[in-house]
């Protein structure tokens, strides 16, 4: 199992560029969620999803889409990156609710906008 | 509104214990967790408690609950050079999504 991964590792974007983050998971996990991570903020929910075709917003949801077509793909889109969106994005994924089950994290994507 | 802090930073000798704190606000938390993150990777689950328990040992981690004042510890023995990370203590609550709040993280270096 490869668990969850996410590309790019990396990515420096204009202000007003858009971009997709990927995220996909092996392990046929139902609950999918986008974090962003901000230097003495912890980690901030932006969306999460509860299987294929359902989607929800999380904590800091705006200036992002997802979508969620397959089990195992949950992609970020970024549709007119800013400034403040520079910041470290983690995907991760549960069997179930994550009250009941341990979340995997993917590596990490760090987005740095000009 | 839901709030968890930690101090940023903590230092201590290889072979000593660790303590990292926490502190949360709602009292209608269910479970509450600790994450480790590793330079440039994803977090891990360490451990959890139930908020029903007092404490939570597992192997060198303990894990130290008062509900009364919302505190949450983790306690490392034998604190090891591979110990040095950033740990993250977490909280949910039931309903919905049972959304997990983080804290703000604590960066843990031990000293060779």
């Known amino acids: 199992n490869a668990g969850v991964t996410q590309t790019p590792k990396f990515q420096v974007l204009k202000t007003g560029q858009s971009m997709t983050l990927q995220c996909a998971q092996d392990?046929?996990?139902?609950?999918m969620s986008w974090y962003r991570q901000d230097p003495g903020m912890g980690l901030r929910l932006i969306h999460y999803s509860v299987g294929a075709g359902i989607t929800d917003q999380g904590e800091v949801p705006n200036g992002y889409n997802v979508s969620r077509s397959t089990t195992e793909d949950f992609p970020l889109r970024l549709l007119s990156a800013a400034p403040s969106q520079t910041s470290v994005y983690f995907c991760a994924s549960s069997y179930s609710p994550p009250i009941y089950n341990e979340q995997f994290f993917g590596p990490g994507t760090r987005l740095t906008v000009l | 509104g839901e709030d968890v802090e930690q101090s940023l930073f903590l230092s201590v000798r290889e072979g000593d214990s660790s303590v990292i704190n926490c502190t949360y606000t709602?009292?209608?938390?269910?479970?509450l967790y600790w994450y480790k993150q590793e330079p440039g990777a994803g977090l891990q689950l360490l451990t959890y408690?139930?908020?029903?328990?007092d404490m939570k040992q597992d192997q060198r981690l303990t894990v130290l609950l008062n509900k009364k004042d919302k505190h949450l510890s983790l306690r490392i023995a034998d604190t090891q050079t591979g110990d040095s990370a950033i740990y993250f203590c977490a909280e949910i609550y039931s309903g919905g999504y049972q959304k997990v709040t983080f804290g703000t993280g604590t960066k843990l270096q031990v000293i060779p």
């Open positions: 408690i139930f908020s029903n328990m």
């Open positions: 392990m046929n996990h139902e609950y």
């Open positions: 709602d009292s209608s938390s269910t479970y």
